[in-house]
T-cell receptor, first 111, second 112 residues
Framework: KQEVTQIPAALSVPEGENLVLNCSFTDSAIYNLQWFRQDPGKGLTSLLLIQSSQREQTSGRLNASLDKSSGRSTLYIAASQPGDSATYLCAALGGTYKYIFGTGTRLKVLA | DGGITQSPKYLFRKEGQNVTLSCEQNLNHDAMYWYRQDPGQGLRLIYY???????QKGDIAEGYSVSREKKESFPLTVTSAQKNPTAFYLC???????????FGPGTRLTVT
């Protein structure tokens, strides 16, 4: 059974820092891995989608990588800003077209 | 604008009552999903549908029911059999194939 873990559970950094969020999954047979952002009381906003055949995707200050063999994905945020404060979730799409979500990393960027 | 709408944003019910949460999408996506989120926890899958008139149970389907009569609509009914229904409910749809998943704004259900 697929399990997705995100470390750390919470992170507090000063503005301007580059940071890395981690996502681990136990079953490498995934179709894709998607990173989301969730603000308090809101739905999820898609940030980046990496297909299983890809190694990384970039959007602005965000870069996500995928290493299926080691069961890991990382989300890199460059030059963090207070507006980046949110919970970041990763989700892996498996063979039954079900997504398995991690429990998220709660990020706070201090001005 | 294309997207997913969920209504209402907040819903209050008395214990023992069934309640139906609405989810509508105009993205022309075949696949739709219902998740439940509890404070401090990740998302758990309730039901999902790959195509009209077909749906599958997720990990926590007990006490819930769904229908998929139209491509655009995937309503979720929380029945009185659901032991702890108070939660934040999120609806999503997925692009064809292994595409991106998009979420609605969510419905916060409180049962007292």
């Amino acid at each position: 059974k697929q399990e997705v873990t995100q470390i750390p559970a919470a992170l507090s950094v000063p503005e301007g820092e580059n940071l890395v969020l981690n996502c681990s999954f136990t079953d490498s047979a995934i179709y894709n891995l998607q990173w989301f952002r969730q603000d308090p009381g809101k739905g999820l906003t898609s940030l980046l989608l990496i297909q299983s055949s890809q190694r990384e995707q970039t959007s602005g200050r965000l870069n996500a990588s995928l290493d299926k063999s080691s069961g890991r994905s990382t989300l890199y945020i460059a030059a963090s800003q207070p507006g980046d404060s949110a919970t970041y979730l990763c989700a892996a799409l498996g063979g039954t077209y079900k997504y398995i979500f991690g429990t998220g990393t709660r990020l706070k960027v201090l001005a | 604008d294309g997207g997913i709408t969920q209504s209402p944003k907040y819903l209050f019910r008395k214990e023992g009552q069934n309640v139906t949460l609405s989810c509508e999408q105009n993205l022309n996506h075949d696949a739709m999903y219902w998740y439940r989120q509890d404070p401090g926890q990740g998302l758990r899958l309730i039901y999902y549908s790959q195509i009209v008139n077909d749906f599958q149970k997720g990990d926590i389907a007990e006490g819930y029911s769904v229908s998929r009569e139209k491509k655009e609509s995937f309503p979720l009914t929380v029945t009185s059999a659901q032991k702890n229904p108070t939660a934040f409910y999120l609806c999503a749809s997925r692009e064809t194939g292994y595409g991106e998943q998009y979420f609605g704004p969510g419905t916060r259900l409180t049962v007292t």
